[in-house]
């Protein structure tokens, strides 16, 4: 997945330019076919291409659009050694589509929840993993009759149906006659120079004293999009000319290097490697250092693996803007609720380069080493805070790095004698994580490998143990979850661990929980895992506090559904209170949603709807809510609201329900503790609306995205329309000031001088609303910015 993005399309940082023939003809390809291959040479546009093409053609996929980037999995050997199929590829395409994890096969999975949906599916750099992604795409296309696969790679998928484009670099100025400005307009690679040119230095403009050098560069660089926006970021300290000047020696010394490579391929190369001679040593030293990071990466983990002797910290600020200066790595924020979180990435061909140099340096393996050693210590940062107000940062910090939180993993596992860090970096990851992010699949996959590898009796193990459990129970694999429970039982009762002991309590209850055989049973385990915390000395019992929460969460449920509504009040108001004195909003959520399940069995509807409403503003606050209580939540308001008679609420609430739980990839309400009265008010609704109209009630709140499912449920207002795509990219904020901006008639100039931003700023976000919004001008985003909210003046 792409930074920015948890499924949808990547936001453009930079604007589009050009390519107006290859967008019409491959339109037209994906419509008359199922399987179509963009194939060139790094460098080339087959990312930006694949991404435009699929924005303006959104409209047409009423199931999604959804971009996997397959460079998160960097070593195509891991496919082959460790699972013999495409499964670790299908969990990846699974975790961008945000479809929870299942027990079986994960290529199966994807199939089933694509079987239905016309949607188109993207898969960008298969070239490493050919194999594998050809029986992924085959398997998919054959189960879903209506899903279109477009995929980048610099060889063809080779599989039958599939239809290869190669996308040729941009036209370049004939070497004819001396070219004038005027007639530039039309040359693409002409027009990106200067675009991109003007991005780092407001004031070039082409003149007649630049415009032999800047159409000989374009020549130069064969119209090769990335060669030329490298090339034109120097124009902040060179002229045109002296950029050329320095690329001559460069491109004769490489011509007479390897014959056999395409010309192409040796201009790339010479670009890329031209842009690294041209940077100061502490800048190569950072590119190198950074090709150990997947996807994106933030400062801090910057600061912890690739600082030290060579490269001070105190320097690595100045360093790092330097490489961001000469487009070398990207700056790409994120969001957490109010938060913006700055991230930085490198394109596929710069991080390649970049690691043959740490490699030629010897740097390889001790950086691999760093890195993995980095993030095993993040996770033990955060499972010191997991009760505190940083635990929602902590779910949405790992859910951003899982890429790299799986190479530091993969790197443990390959390595012999290391399964005990692997099992150290696992289990030090918020158990919330597992099954926010739908990975629960993959992280008992890890799990199972690491504890194949050590058999040393420890208490880490039987943590690594109980959570293997505890993950196969949430995958439903019921006879797993048993034998996982016995074995670290046995082991913590060897070791005499008391918070073992209280684990193993939790993990059987959550499993009889969830079949609902035993409610008793469910009792006396949360029981007896209470008083288990309870005996342990004092320092001890704040280390467990975490387990003492999830034991009160767990028997308050338990409790409430045996009647005894007194007690269960009593667990949820406990934890209420360790929640607010700790600031743990995710907490807070659960015990205000468990208040709110008492009162709906008691028969106090009103109390159940204030605790419940207040349960999703908190979950809302944080930015990033747990979309599991957050389906918990909905599902009480609908009972709430079928039971008042508020019948189309309710089903629009059934249908956000619904959609929640296809993306967690488990059903929620069908756990049988909750499913009678969620069966109940289905029917009580269908009978009341009938089933057309019930039916589009339900499908309308389906297509709700998660934040405009609690929007609606808190506000009462039914949207009326949601963005092309089923509103899988909802705007920010600033991006929604805009939008209310141009409903009013305001310039890009004019939005920048009300918000007090740069020009180009404005017209970076108005990109970006189009994008998101699958439109391509701005009178569309007037209209439909109107059309969400009809009842408020413009802007």
């Given at each position: 997945?792409?930074?920015?993005?948890?499924g949808?399309?990547?936001a453009?940082l930079?604007s589009?330019v050009?390519r107006?023939?290859?967008?019409?003809?491959?339109?037209g390809?994906?419509?008359?076919s199922?399987?179509?291959?963009l194939?060139g040479v790094?460098?080339?546009?087959?990312t930006?291409l694949?991404?435009r093409v699929a924005?303006e053609?959104?409209r047409?996929?009423?199931?999604?659009v959804?971009?996997v980037?397959l460079?998160q999995?960097?070593?195509?050997?891991l496919?082959?050694?460790?699972?013999?199929?495409?499964?670790a590829?299908?969990?990846?395409?699974?975790?961008?589509?945000?479809?929870?994890?299942?027990?079986?096969?994960?290529?199966?999975?994807?199939?089933d929840?694509l079987?239905?949906?016309?949607?188109?599916?993207?898969?960008?750099?298969?070239e490493?993993?050919?194999?594998?992604?050809?029986?992924?795409?085959?398997?998919t296309?054959?189960?879903c009759?209506?899903?279109?696969v477009?995929?980048?790679?610099?060889e063809?998928?080779?599989?039958?149906?599939?239809?290869?484009?190669?996308?040729?670099?941009?036209?370049?100025p004939?070497?004819?006659?001396?070219?004038?400005?005027?007639?530039?307009a039309?040359s693409?690679s002409?027009?990106?120079?200067?675009?991109?040119a003007?991005?780092v230095?407001?004031?070039?403009a082409?003149?007649?004293?630049?415009v032999?050098?800047?159409?000989?560069?374009?020549?130069?660089?064969?119209?090769?999009?990335?060669?030329?926006?490298?090339?034109?970021?120097?124009?902040?300290?060179?002229?045109?000319?002296?950029?050329?000047?320095?690329m001559?020696?460069?491109?004769?010394?490489?011509?007479?290097?390897?014959?056999?490579a395409?010309?192409?391929?040796?201009?790339l190369?010479a670009?890329v490697?031209w842009s690294?001679?041209?940077s100061?040593k502490?800048?190569?030293l950072?590119?190198?250092r950074l090709?150990v990071f997947?996807?994106?990466?933030?400062?801090?983990?910057?600061?912890g693996?690739?600082t030290?002797?060579?490269?001070?910290?105190?320097d690595?600020?100045e360093?790092?803007?330097?490489?961001i200066?000469?487009?070398?790595?990207?700056?790409v924020?994120?969001?957490?609720?109010?938060?913006?979180?700055a991230?930085?990435?490198?394109?596929?061909?710069?991080?390649?380069?970049?690691?043959?140099?740490?490699?030629?340096?010897?740097?390889?393996?001790?950086?691999?080493?760093?890195?993995?050693?980095?993030?095993q210590?993040?996770?033990?940062r955060?499972?010191t805070?997991?009760?505190?107000r940083?635990?929602?940062?902590?779910i949405?910090?790992?859910?951003r790095e899982?890429?790299?939180?799986?190479?530091?993993?993969?790197?443990?596992?390959g390595?012999p004698?290391h399964?005990?860090?692997a099992l150290r970096l696992?289990?030090?990851?918020?158990?919330?994580?597992w099954?926010?992010g739908?990975?629960?699949?993959?992280?008992l996959?890890?799990?199972?490998?690491?504890?194949?590898?050590t058999?040393?009796?420890?208490?880490?193990?039987?943590?690594?143990?109980?959570?293997?459990?505890?993950?196969?129970g949430?995958?439903?694999?019921?006879?797993?979850?048993?034998?996982w429970l016995?074995?670290?039982?046995?082991?913590?009762?060897?070791?005499?661990?008391?918070?073992?002991?209280?684990?193993?309590?939790?993990?059987?209850g959550?499993?009889?929980?969830r079949?609902?055989?035993?409610?008793?049973g469910?009792?006396?385990?949360a029981?007896?895992?209470?008083a288990i915390?309870s005996?342990?000395?004092e320092?001890?019992?704040?280390q467990e506090?975490?387990?003492?929460?999830?034991?009160l969460?767990?028997?308050g449920?338990?409790?409430a559904?045996?009647?005894q509504?007194d007690?269960?009040?009593?667990?949820?108001?406990?934890?209420?209170?360790?929640a607010?004195?700790?600031e743990?909003s995710?907490n807070?959520?659960?015990?205000?949603?468990?208040?709110?399940?008492?009162?709906?069995?008691e028969?106090?509807?009103?109390?159940?709807?204030?605790h419940?409403?207040?349960c999703l503003?908190s979950?809302?606050?944080?930015?990033?809510?747990?979309?599991?209580?957050?389906?918990?939540g909905?599902?009480?308001?609908a009972?709430?609201?079928?039971?008042q008679?508020?019948?189309?609420?309710a089903?629009?609430?059934?249908?956000?329900?619904d959609?929640i739980?296809?993306?967690?990839g488990?059903?929620v309400?069908?756990?049988?503790w909750?499913?009678?009265?969620?069966?109940?008010?289905?029917?009580?609704v269908?009978?009341?609306?009938?089933d057309?109209?019930?039916?589009?009630?339900?499908?309308?709140g389906?297509?709700l995205?998660?934040?405009?499912a609690?929007?609606y449920a808190l506000?009462g207002?039914?949207?009326?329309s949601t963005?092309p795509?089923?509103?899988?990219?909802?705007?920010?904020?600033r991006?929604?000031e805009?939008?209310g901006l141009?409903?009013?008639?305001?310039?890009?100039?004019?939005?920048?001088?009300?918000?007090?931003?740069?020009q180009r700023t404005?017209e970076?976000h108005?990109?970006?609303?189009?994008?998101k919004?699958?439109?391509?001008?701005?009178?569309?985003?007037?209209?439909?910015?109107?059309?969400?909210?009809?009842?408020s003046?413009?802007?």
């Open positions: 997945m792409s930074a920015g993005t948890r949808g399309l990547p453009e930079t589009f050009g107006r023939l290859e967008r019409g003809e491959l339109k390809l994906l419509g008359a199922r399987l179509v291959t194939t790094g460098g080339v546009g087959k930006r694949a991404s924005a053609a959104r047409a996929f009423g199931g999604g959804w971009f980037d460079t999995l960097e070593d195509p050997g496919l082959a050694r460790e699972f013999q199929d495409p499964d590829l299908a969990y990846l395409v699974l975790a961008a589509l945000g479809v929870g994890q299942r027990a079986g096969s994960a290529v199966r999975q994807l199939a929840h079987a239905d949906r016309q949607a188109l599916l993207i898969l960008d750099n298969c490493h993993l050919l194999p594998a992604c050809a029986v992924l795409v085959d398997a296309l054959r189960a009759p209506r899903l279109r477009l995929t980048t790679s610099r063809p998928l080779a599989i039958a149906g599939e239809v290869i484009y190669p996308v040729p670099p941009l036209p370049t004939g070497p004819d006659r001396r070219p004038e400005v005027a007639s530039l039309g693409e002409v027009v990106l120079f200067v675009a991109r003007k991005a230095s407001p004031e070039f082409l003149t007649g004293e630049h032999d050098a800047v159409v000989e560069l374009c020549r130069r660089l064969d119209g090769l999009p990335l060669g030329i926006e490298l090339a034109a970021a120097r124009v902040r300290v060179l002229s045109p000319q002296q950029i050329l000047d320095r001559d020696d460069r491109f004769a010394l490489l011509s007479r290097g390897s014959r056999a395409p010309a192409r391929q040796r201009s190369r670009c490697e690294f001679d041209l100061s502490p800048e190569r950072l590119w190198a090709s997947v996807g994106t990466f933030e400062l801090d983990a910057v600061e693996v690739c030290g002797e060579r490269l001070p910290a105190a690595l600020m360093v790092l803007t330097g490489l200066d000469k487009s070398i790595v990207d700056r924020d994120s969001r957490d609720g109010g938060d913006t979180q991230r930085y990435r490198m394109l596929e061909v710069i991080r390649d380069y970049g690691r043959e140099q740490l490699i030629e340096s010897g740097e390889q393996v001790a950086l691999r080493e760093r890195h993995r050693d980095w993030y210590g993040l996770a033990a955060a499972a805070e997991r009760i505190s940083r635990q929602t940062y902590w949405a910090r790992f859910t899982h890429p790299n939180v799986r190479v530091a993993v993969e790197s443990y596992l390595e004698g399964g005990d860090s696992v289990t030090g990851l918020p158990w919330a994580y099954w926010s739908g990975l629960c699949g993959e992280g996959g890890w799990l199972k490998r690491a504890l194949a590898r058999t040393e009796p420890t208490v880490l193990r039987v943590r690594a143990l109980l959570l293997a459990g505890f993950l196969a949430w995958l439903d694999d019921a006879r797993g979850t048993m034998s016995a074995e670290g039982e046995r082991l913590a009762e060897r070791l005499r661990d008391a918070p073992g002991l209280a684990l193993a309590a939790f993990v059987h959550s499993a009889v929980l079949q609902c055989d035993d409610l008793s469910v009792v006396e385990s029981e007896r895992g209470l915390v005996a342990l000395p320092r001890e019992r704040q506090l975490t387990l003492r929460m999830q034991l969460l767990q028997l449920p338990a409790a559904l045996t009647g509504y007690r269960a009040r009593r667990c949820f108001e406990e934890a209420l209170e360790i607010d004195a700790a743990a995710l807070r959520t659960w015990a205000l949603w468990g208040l709110g399940l008492v009162a709906w069995r028969g106090h509807a009103p109390a159940a709807d204030h419940v409403r207040e503003r979950a809302r606050a944080t930015g990033v809510p747990d979309p599991y209580v957050a389906a918990l909905l599902a009480v308001l009972w709430i609201a079928a039971g008679r508020q019948h189309r609420r089903a629009t609430l059934l249908g956000a329900v959609r739980q296809s993306d967690l488990r059903s309400t069908r756990d049988r909750l499913i009678a009265d969620h069966n109940e008010c289905e029917e009580r269908r009978t009341a609306l009938g057309a109209a019930c039916t589009d009630d339900f499908r309308h389906r297509a995205p998660l934040d405009d609690l929007g506000d207002r039914r949207p009326t963005p795509g089923g509103g899988a990219a909802p705007l920010t904020r991006e929604r805009v939008a141009i409903v009013r008639g305001l310039s890009n100039r004019e939005i920048a001088t009300s918000l007090v931003i740069a404005a970076s108005v990109e970006h609303i189009l994008t919004l699958g439109f391509t001008n701005r009178a569309q985003i007037a209209a439909w910015t109107a059309e969400q909210h009809p009842a003046p413009p802007g």
